[in-house]
């Protein structure tokens, strides 16, 4: 096996992806500034996050082919000039349409990092390491989303908002630079025939889910509106043939031969109940303490760090017990956490303590770490070599799928309570009626991702370790 200097290697990549992920999240503390600056509704500033899913969306399908049809190095530096740029017009962006072309160069930047990080660690690391490096990978990514609002919250209350990105560009420069110096092609280049037909499927089936789904999260007629049910639709008929497309192919798009192993599925399936979790408590735990609480952007964001970076510093741990003993250990009790943890944010009320809601917090954060990377990293062990491209692809593009539909659930059950509770309140402008129907509202969302936790753990049964023996496979290519 070729020697590669791993360390240089991750430490490019890993600071690119931070930056990325942290400019991600800390433009969601600053949604409100925006809409006073550039004079724009809540709706037109979601775009600003929609936008970016959606571009997450359509490039993350095509990620399989492009790692197999570029080098390493020429997915690398195209990542990053066009996260360099969309951040350079970010820092300078003087409307709401400036930032929005920003924000999806930094999309297209951060939908080729992420599948090249997990790719390049599969070929780089041999399988006894990997829990652990792919420990680092979840370190970024759950550390980034948890500095990026606490920053960004004290950025926006000293300086403005254009300091986010004037903040990252400098990280991400040096990213290029030791990326340039030190990051090898990892993979063989195929060159396979790129189908347009595919292309153009995919498009239409991610991108219109996840466009339907974001939509039905903005409130308005939400999934009564006929713009939300023509996407999902059209969307759904599209994956239909794009599957079917991929099945009948020599040489797909994306692989869905990926399906085939067992614990690829289980550890896939683990992950997405994951990223539900996580993205409808995180959408809802903030709103809950800045409505119902009356807490500050700052204090919020400094009330859910402990919990995040617990959960990030975990991450590699985490993935050396993974190397050592096997996800089984570590998956099944992290799952008992996480839904005895909602189980108690269910009863959350305006009245509840901080430190109760930081030590809940925290709980839920350090047993989501026992189970995202240890799930991952054992499904995608079971891939043969040759499926590495697909099977990140399939996952990565599923993650984002299910971040939408997370999402957009989370919002709609926490709109329906409120609107209960207010239809049935003899005060419903009280702004004390107000915060308790957030409150109710915020309950129902925990017991969603209490069930949803609830059907994992049943999955999780399941989960048997993977023996990776690729010695023999590569004798018998």
Request: glycine fraction near 8%; charged fraction near 10%.
């Amino acid at each position: 096996m070729k020697q590669f200097n791993t360390r240089a290697i991750m430490a490019s990549l890993l600071i690119c992806g931070f930056v990325g992920m942290f400019s991600e999240t800390a433009l969601n503390i600053a949604m409100t500034n925006l809409m006073d600056v550039f004079q724009i509704s809540a709706a037109t500033a979601q775009w600003l996050t929609t936008g970016f899913l959606l571009t997450l969306g359509i490039l993350m399908p095509m990620t399989g082919l492009l790692l197999q049809r570029f080098t390493t190095r020429q997915l690398f530096i195209s990542s990053l000039a066009s996260s360099i740029v969309g951040t350079i017009i970010a820092a300078l962006a003087v409307n709401f349409e400036m930032l929005m072309v920003a924000r999806v160069l930094q999309a297209i930047g951060m939908g080729l990092l992420i599948p090249l990080m997990f790719n390049t660690i599969l070929v780089v690391y041999p399988p006894d390491k990997r829990g652990a490096a792919m420990g680092f990978v979840g370190l970024v990514i759950m550390f980034a989303p948890a500095t990026g609002p606490t920053v960004a919250g004290l950025l926006i209350e000293y300086l403005t908002w254009h300091y986010i990105f004037w903040l990252s560009l400098p990280f991400l420069v040096i990213g290029l630079l030791v990326g340039l110096k030190y990051l090898e092609n990892v993979t063989e280049v195929t060159k396979p025939r790129i189908d347009l037909l595919s292309v153009v499927l995919s498009t239409l089936g991610f991108g219109g889910v996840v466009f339907g789904f974001s939509k039905a999260g903005e409130g308005g007629q939400g999934w009564a509106s006929s713009l939300v049910v023509a996407s999902i639709g059209v969307g759904l008929l599209a994956l239909v043939l794009f599957s079917l497309r991929q099945s009948l192919m020599k040489e797909p798009m994306m692989n869905l031969r990926v399906f085939k192993y067992p614990m690829y599925i289980v550890g896939l399936l683990l992950v997405l109940s994951c990223t539900m979790i996580i993205l409808s408590s995180m959408i809802i735990l903030p709103m809950f303490l800045q409505d119902s609480m009356k807490l500050s952007a700052f204090d919020t964001g400094l009330m859910l760090l402990p919990g995040s970076a617990l959960n990030g510093i975990l991450s590699p741990r985490m993935g050396r017990l993974f190397d050592k003993y096997g996800p089984k250990w570590l998956v099944i009790p992290g799952l008992v956490i996480v839904a005895a943890m909602l189980w108690f944010f269910a009863s959350m009320s305006t009245v509840s303590s901080i430190v109760l809601i930081v030590a809940l917090h925290i709980g839920l954060m350090v047993g989501i770490s026992m189970v995202w990377m240890p799930a991952q990293t054992n499904g995608l062990n079971q891939l043969p070599p040759e499926l590495y491209p697909h099977g990140t692809a399939v996952m990565n593009t599923l993650q984002q799928v299910a971040g939408a539909i997370g999402t957009a659930v989370a919002i709609s059950i926490l709109s329906s309570g409120m609107e209960n509770y207010l239809h049935d309140s003899a005060a419903p402008t009280n702004p004390n009626e107000i915060a308790n129907a957030m409150a109710l509202g915020s309950q129902h969302v925990f017991l969603f991702a209490m069930i949803v936790t609830l059907i994992g753990l049943a999955l999780a049964v399941f989960i048997r370790r993977v023996v990776v023996n690729h010695a023999a496979n590569h004798s018998m290519h």
